[in-house]
């Protein structure tokens, strides 16, 4: 079992092994959103209070829970290179941050399309909202160091900054119980009821389903453009690009 584990350490063998994997996960993600999206914006009751504008959480909550595990991802993907050198987790960080950053734009998009007829404004310095932004930048700093410093050691910095802002991570989580807050209080949770009915509700946990399992589908594809250019010279790379089974 470790042994088998350790193998997708291994550039080569997680490229050619991931690509069994996509046109499966293309079609399991695929069901999951059409069927969630579709519940949601058209079969869902309207909320009693907010109407039809609530609809926007089956797009702002997968992206929210989304924006936050992927960046937990990359922290965890930057500790196993720095502890370990593993070349497939330095890969995986530097594959997933453009992702998560853009998840954690269309957090805040939406929360401003959700906020403008439900406050009254765009936008507020909501300790939730305040932190989600920070996160953007967390995000943007990571793409920076990456862009900005030599390939030998922007997967150390890199590394360094994700994981110190992970304290920003709970921050979000728990900010509308910690502090006097404008944000609603938690929409969606694993390990309790659902606050809302179930008709609201199944849609809801489909498109969350729906967009982790669009990110991993992102996150293969990227990892494999990224394998590709970092191994451009080895032989089975040369194989590969020729034609030749590796």
Request: aromatic share 14%; proline share 4%; charged share 10%.
């Amino acid at each position: 079992m470790w042994q088998w584990l350790h193998s997708w350490g291994s550039p080569r063998w997680f490229y050619l092994r991931s690509g069994r994997l996509l046109f499966g996960l293309s079609l399991v993600t695929a069901g999951f959103l059409a069927v969630g999206v579709f519940s949601g914006l058209f079969l869902a009751p309207a909320d009693y209070q907010q109407g039809e504008s609530f609809r926007i959480i089956y797009i702002h909550v997968p992206a929210a829970v989304l924006s936050q595990n992927v960046y937990i991802t990359v922290a965890l993907a930057g500790a196993v290179w720095l502890i370990w050198r593993v070349k497939v987790a330095d890969v995986a960080a530097k594959a997933a941050a453009p992702i998560g950053m853009l998840f954690c734009a269309l957090t805040l998009l939406t929360g401003a399309v959700w906020g403008k007829p439900t406050w009254g404004t765009w936008w507020v310095w909501d300790a939730r909202i305040t932190s989600t932004f920070l996160l953007l930048f967390l995000y943007l700093g990571i793409l920076a160091l990456r862009q900005g410093l030599p390939e030998s050691t922007s997967g150390r910095s890199c590394a360094v900054l994700a994981l110190a802002g992970l304290v920003n991570i709970p921050v979000i989580k728990y900010s509308v119980e910690w502090w006097f807050t404008l944000h609603q209080g938690k929409t969606f949770s694993l390990t309790q009821a659902p606050s809302m009915p179930a008709e609201m509700y199944w849609p809801l946990l489909l498109t969350v389903i729906g967009f982790h399992l669009l990110f991993l589908l992102a996150l293969l594809l990227a990892m494999r453009a990224e394998i590709l250019e970092r191994e451009q010279t080895r032989d089975w790379v040369s194989r590969l690009v020729g034609g030749y089974s590796p």
